[in-house]
C-alpha cells in the first residue's frame, strides 16, 4: 500500500476479498474501486481484434442488404393456408422463381408470406400483388408492398454516410470546444468501434440490414457518445482539482469507478424498454420493424458501454500522459486514488468530513474524501 | 427558503396538466404515420439534374393538386433536398393513387401518323379491321358548340372513319360514344394517309407544321423504314422509352388496364406539351349519358394557338397529320387519341368524347390538368402497408413500450426508491408533454408519429431517465462522502447539469443532422429524438430538480435513507 492515508479496512481491498455481494454492496454504496486500469491493455486488444474481424468480415462477406438498398420488391400477405410452395409457383408463373419466400406465424396465429423479389419497377410490382392477393384470397388492400428502385439504396448510402461525416465533424469540434481535443479522439475512436462492431455483428450473422437498421446505429452513436461526455466531463472535473503531479490513469480510474454505477444504471434502464421491445413487439406479436431496431440496439448499448470504459478512457489516458503533469510513473493506480480523492491543501480527510456539514457555498477545492469504510459494515 | 424551488415545480406540473387538458378538449391526438395505420408512400426522385428550385416546388404543388383532387385525406407531400415524400395515410384505393402519382411524365401531344395493331395482330391493311376493342382510340375531338349539336350523320362518320383509317378503329360499341358527340362539321374526314383535303386548307398552317417547327431537320430520315414506321421497335412493338424525343418519329401504344397493347400508333414530333394546358374537367354531356373531358388551354401563343395549329393540320389531313387524329401522350404511353374535328377551337369549347365512364373521364381531366410536370419524377419507393398490418405493428409498438416501461418503472423504484418514484414521475410527465407536442405538430404541421417515431420515443425513456441517474449517482456519492442529503441537492444538482447539458447536446447535434440530412423514416426519428431531448432537459430543471429539494426538506424523509436508496452514513459510524 502506498496509499498513506489507507488503512486495512480500506474498501480499497476490500472488494476483492468479500467476493460478489460486497462488490454489489460496494456499488451501491459507491464505495467501489475497481482497477479498471489493470484491464485497459486486455480491453484495447479485445476492442481492435473485435474491430479487425468486422472489417474482414465486411470485405469477405459484406452486408445482407435489404431491398431498400438494392432495390426490390417485398409483399407481406396475410394467408390462412398458402403453402410456401404454392407461393413459389405463383411467383414462377411471373419468371421471379428465384424470389425469397417465408412463412412467418405470429404468436396469435396469424400467418404472414414474405415474398421478396428483384422487382423495382412499380407496375410489374402491381402485377406481383394482384397475383398473390388471387393465391391468397384476400382483397390487393390487405397486401403490404414495399418497392424500391434500383439507385435509391445509394442516395440513402450516400445521405447516411454524409450525415455521418458531418456528425463526426460537428461532434469532434463540439467535445474540442467543451472539454478537449484529446478527449474528441477518444470519443471519435470509441464511435468508429461501436459502428464497426455493430456492423461486424450484421455481418457475420447475416441480418438483413434495413433503414431501421441504420436509425439503429445512428442511435447507437448517440448512447456511445452520451456515455463518453459523463465520464470525460468528470475526468475532466478531477484532473482539474486534482493539484499534485498524478498519472492519468489514476485520474481515470478514479473517474470510470465514480461513474460507474451511473452507467451501469443507464445501460440497464434503457436496455429494459429495448428487451421488452425484442421479446413482446417482435417475437410475440410479430412486429419486424421492432425486432430490426432491438436488435442493432441491444448491441450497440452493448458495446457502447464497453468502449466508454476500455475504448475511450484508455485512449485518452494514454494522450494525456504525454504532458508532463499526468506523466506515468510506474505506481498502481488504485493506490494513488487518493491523490486525486483528498490531496488538496487543507482538507480534513476522512471521518472527519463525513460528519462535517458542508454547505453547498464551500470552497470546492477538490473531489470531497471517499470516505473509508467503516468495521461495522463488513 | 421553504417556497424556494416549488414555484417551478407548481409551474410545470401546471402547465403540464393543463396543454395535456387542452389537447383532449380540442380534440388532438397524434397523426399516425402510414406504417401504423396502413397507406400508401411513395418517394419520387427528379431524373436527371434539377435547373433550379422552382421546377422542383412546381412539381410538388402539381402532385399536391392532383392528390387533393382525388379526395385523400390528410395527404403528406413533402420535399426534402431533391427527393419528393409523397404519404398517403389511411388511403385504401392503393391502386388508384399509384396510377395517379405514377404518372408523372410531361404530357405532350403528338400527330398520329399511322395507326398498327399490336404486335402479332397484324392483319391485311384492309378496312375497318376489328382489331381494337377499347374505346379511347375512337375518341373524338370536337368543335365549338359540340356538346349541343348532336345531329350529325354520325354512322357516316363513323364508316368514314373505318374507311380513312387502315386497321385502326372499329364501329360498334364506339359508335355510341361518337354518335352523342359528333358535330355537324364532323364528316368531312375523309384523310387517309398521305391524302390531304383541298376545301378543308382554309385556314392558314404553317407549311412547316406546329411543333415540328422546332424540329426541322433533326430526325434522322435514315431511322425510319419505307413504310413510315421507326426502327428499332422493341419487343411490344413500340420505341424503347429511352428513344423517345420530341422531334423523333415514334411509335407508341395504347394500353388496357393490364397494361396490354391494344393499338400502336406512329406518332410524328411533339405538336405541344401540357404546359399549353390551363385546366381539364369532366362531366356529362347534355344528355347526361355520355361522360366527357373538357380540357382548357391557355390563350394566346403559347397555348390554343399551338393547339390550333396542330388541330388544323390534322384536321385538313396534311402529311404531318395524315390520320387526322392528335394523340395526347402521358408517360411514353398514349392516353386517347381523339380525332379533330374542326380546324380551328375556341379555347375553352374543346371536348374529348370516347368510352368514359364517370371514373376514367375524371382521371383523364386530372392528368390534362396536372399531368404537365416541369420535371419526370421517378418513383424510387413505393411502400404499401395494409391497415391490419399497420394496426398491428401500432399494437406491438404500444405493448412493447409499455412493458419496457413498467420494467423500468420496478427498476427505478427498486433501485433508488423516493428518488426512484421522483423519476417515474418525471418521466410519465415528460411523455405527458411530449405527447402534446406530437399531437400539436401532427395537427397544425401534418407530422406524422410513424413506427420510427415510436421507436424513438421507446429509447428517449432511457435517455430521461440517464438524467435522473447522473444527478442521483452524483448525490449518493455526495452523501456518501459525508454530505447530508439535504445540504448536497443544489451542489450535485449544479454539477450533474452541466454533465447533462453537455451530453444532451451532443445528442441535439446529432438529431439535428440526422434531421435535415436525412429523408423519410430517419428524418421523423431525429425529430422526436430532439423533442424528447428538449422537454427532458425542461423536465430536469423544472421538475427533478424541485421535486428532491422538497424531499430533501421534508422532516419526514431528508434523513430517512434508507428510504432515499441512499447509503446511509450516519447510521453506519
Known amino acids: ?378 | 427558503m421553504r417556497r424556494k424551488g416549488v414555484l417551478p415545480l407548481v409551474f410545470f406540473v401546471v402547465f403540464t396538466l393543463g396543454t395535456l387538458a387542452w389537447t383532449f378538449i380540442v380534440g388532438n391526438s397524434p397523426v399516425l404515420g402510414l406504417d401504423l395505420q396502413g397507406g400508401v408512400s411513395v418517394v419520387l426522385q427528379p431524373d436527371g439534374p434539377v435547373e433550379n428550385e422552382d421546377t422542383l416546388n412546381q412539381a410538388v404543388d402539381i402532385i399536391r393538386n392532383r392528390i387533393d383532387a382525388l379526395g385523400v385525406a390528410e395527404p403528406d407531400i413533402t420535399r426534402q433536398g431533391e427527393t419528393v415524400l409523397v404519404q398517403l395515410p389511411g388511403v385504401e384505393n392503393q391502386d388508384r393513387v399509384l396510377e395517379v402519382i405514377g404518372q408523372t411524365a410531361v404530357l405532350s401531344f403528338r400527330p398520329v401518323l399511322q395507326t398498327l395493331p399490336p404486335v402479332g395482330q397484324e392483319v391485311p391493311t384492309t378496312t375497318g379491321a376489328p382489331t381494337t376493342t377499347a374505346g379511347d382510340g375512337a375518341t373524338t375531338t370536337t368543335g365549338p358548340g359540340g356538346a349541343t349539336t348532336t345531329t350529325a350523320p354520325s354512322t357516316s362518320t363513323t364508316e368514314e372513319l373505318g374507311l380513312g383509317a387502315p386497321g385502326a378503329l372499329t364501329p360498334g360499341e364506339n359508335a355510341a360514344g361518337l354518335q352523342a358527340t359528333t358535330t355537324t362539321v364532323a364528316p368531312t374526314t375523309t384523310g387517309a394517309p398521305g391524302t390531304t383535303v383541298p376545301g378543308s386548307t382554309a385556314t392558314t398552317v404553317p407549311a412547316d407544321g406546329a411543333g415540328a417547327g422546332e424540329c426541322a431537320g433533326v430526325e434522322d430520315q435514315a431511322r425510319l423504314r419505307q413504310n413510315g414506321v421507326p426502327r428499332g421497335l422493341n419487343d411490344e412493338g413500340v420505341t424503347p422509352s429511352d428513344e423517345v424525343e420530341p422531334c423523333n418519329t415514334v411509335v407508341l401504344a395504347e394500353r388496357d388496364e393490364d397494361g396490354n397493347v391494344v393499338t400502336r400508333f406512329v406518332l410524328g414530333p411533339t405538336a405541344l406539351t401540357g404546359d399549353a394546358l390551363s385546366g381539364a374537367s369532366a362531366g356529362l354531356d347534355q344528355s347526361g349519358v355520355t361522360w366527357l373531358v373538357r380540357p382548357t388551354f391557355r390563350g394566346g401563343e403559347d397555348g390554343i394557338d399551338k393547339f390550333n395549329a396542330a388541330a388544323a393540320q390534322c384536321f385538313a389531313a396534311a402529311p404531318t397529320c395524315p390520320t387526322t387524329q392528335l394523340a395526347i401522350v402521358l408517360d411514353d404511353d398514349v392516353i386517347s387519341a381523339p380525332q379533330i374535328q374542326t380546324d380551328s377551337f375556341e379555347r375553352d369549347q374543346i371536348q374529348i368524347s370516347g368510352d368514359f365512364d364517370e371514373s376514367s373521364a375524371k382521371d383523364l381531366a386530372l392528368v390534362l390538368e396536372y399531368g404537365a410536370l416541369p420535371v419526370e419524377l421517378v418513383p424510387q419507393q413505393t411502400q404499401t402497408v395494409s391497415a391490419t398490418l399497420g394496426e398491428d405493428s401500432l399494437r406491438a409498438g404500444l405493448v412493447a413500450g409499455i412493458i419496457g416501461l413498467g420494467l423500468t418503472v420496478i427498476f427505478m423504484v427498486g433501485y433508488y426508491r423516493l428518488l426512484g418514484v421522483v423519476a417515474v414521475v418525471s418521466l410519465t410527465l415528460e411523455f405527458a408533454l411530449v405527447w402534446v407536442l406530437i399531437s400539436y405538430l401532427g395537427e397544425s404541421r401534418g407530422l406524422a408519429l410513424t413506427l420510427a417515431g415510436v421507436t424513438g420515443l421507446i429509447v428517449s425513456i432511457g435517455i430521461s431517465v440517464d438524467s435522473n441517474v447522473v444527478f442521483y449517482e452524483h448525490l449518493k456519492e455526495d452523501v456518501r462522502n459525508g454530505r447530508t442529503f439535504r445540504s448536497t441537492v443544489d451542489r450535485s444538482f449544479g454539477s450533474s447539469f452541466t454533465t447533462i447539458i453537455k451530453a444532451d447536446l451532443a445528442s441535439l447535434i446529432g438529431a439535428f443532422l440526422l434531421y435535415f440530412l436525412s429523408v423519410g423514416p430517419v428524418r421523423g426519428f431525429a425529430l422526436l429524438l430532439g423533442i424528447s431531448t428538449v422537454v427532458d432537459l425542461i423536465a430536469t430543471w423544472f421538475f427533478i430538480r424541485p421535486a428532491v429539494l422538497i424531499l430533501a426538506r421534508s422532516p419526514r424523509y431528508r434523513n430517512n435513507y434508507a428510504a432515499l436508496g441512499m447509503p446511509n452514513v450516519e447510521a453506519g459510524s
Not at chain 1, 34 to 41: C, E, G, I, S
Not at chain 1, 185 to 201: E, F, I, N, R
Not at chain 1, 240 to 251: D, E, L
Open chain 1, 1 to 378: 500500500m502506498t496509499d498513506d492515508m489507507g488503512t486495512p479496512e480500506d474498501s480499497v481491498v476490500e472488494p476483492e476479498r468479500s467476493g460478489l455481494r460486497a462488490n454489489l454492496r460496494a456499488l451501491y454504496q459507491c464505495t467501489n474501486d475497481f482497477d479498471f486500469t489493470r484491464l485497459f491493455k486486455r480491453g484495447l486488444v479485445i476492442a481492435v481484434l473485435v474491430s479487425v474481424i468486422s472489417i474482414i468480415s465486411l470485405f469477405t462477406r459484406g452486408l445482407n442488404l435489404g431491398i431498400d438498398f438494392k432495390g426490390g420488391s417485398v409483399w407481406e400477405v396475410p394467408v390462412t393456408d398458402v403453402s410456401v410452395e404454392d407461393a413459389r409457383d405463383v411467383m414462377e408463373g411471373v419468371g421471379l422463381g428465384d424470389a425469397k419466400i417465408q412463412l412467418a406465424v405470429n404468436a396469435d396465429g396469424t400467418k404472414i408470406l414474405r415474398v421478396q423479389a428483384d422487382v423495382t419497377e412499380v407496375d410489374a410490382s402491381r402485377e406481383v400483388t394482384g397475383d398473390l392477393a388471387d393465391l391468397a384470397e384476400v382483397p390487393v388492400s390487405d397486401i403490404a408492398v414495399n418497392t424500391v428502385g434500383p439507385s435509391w439504396g445509394d442516395e440513402i448510402t450516400r445521405q447516411a454516410q454524409r450525415a455521418l461525416v458531418y456528425f463526426f465533424i460537428a461532434i469532434t469540434l463540439y467535445i474540442s470546444f467543451r472539454l478537449e481535443w484529446k478527449m474528441a479522439v477518444g470519443a471519435l475512436v470509441s464511435m468508429a468501434h461501436d459502428l464497426l462492431l455493430s456492423v461486424g455483428v450484421y455481418s457475420i450473422l447475416r441480418i438483413e440490414v434495413t433503414p431501421a437498421t441504420l436509425i439503429s446505429f445512428l442511435t447507437i452513436l448517440g448512447y456511445s457518445l452520451y456515455d463518453t461526455i459523463v465520464v470525460f466531463d468528470r475526468a475532466l472535473e478531477n484532473s482539474s482539482r486534482t493539484v499534485a503531479k498524478t498519472p492519468y490513469r489514476v485520474i481515470m480510474n478514479r473517474t470510470l469507478n465514480q461513474t460507474l454505477m451511473r452507467s451501469v444504471n443507464t445501460t440497464v434502464a434503457t436496455i429494459l424498454p429495448i428487451i421488452s421491445m425484442l421479446i413482446f413487439g417482435a417475437l410475440l406479436l410479430g412486429a419486424k420493424t421492432l425486432q430490426e431496431f432491438g436488435l442493432a440496439l441491444l448491441v450497440g448499448l452493448t458495446s457502447g458501454a464497453y468502449s466508454s470504459l476500455f475504448v475511450a478512457a484508455p485512449i485518452v489516458s494514454w494522450l494525456k500522459e504525454r504532458e508532463p503533469k499526468f506523466a506515468y510513473t510506474g505506481e498502481a493506480p488504485v493506490a494513488m486514488a487518493a491523490a486525486v480523492d483528498g490531496e488538496a491543501p487543507g482538507r480534513p480527510a476522512r471521518r472527519g468530513a463525513a460528519r462535517r456539514p458542508v454547505t453547498p457555498a464551500a470552497p470546492v477545492g477538490a473531489i470531497p474524501p471517499r470516505p473509508r469504510k467503516t468495521k461495522k459494515r463488513k
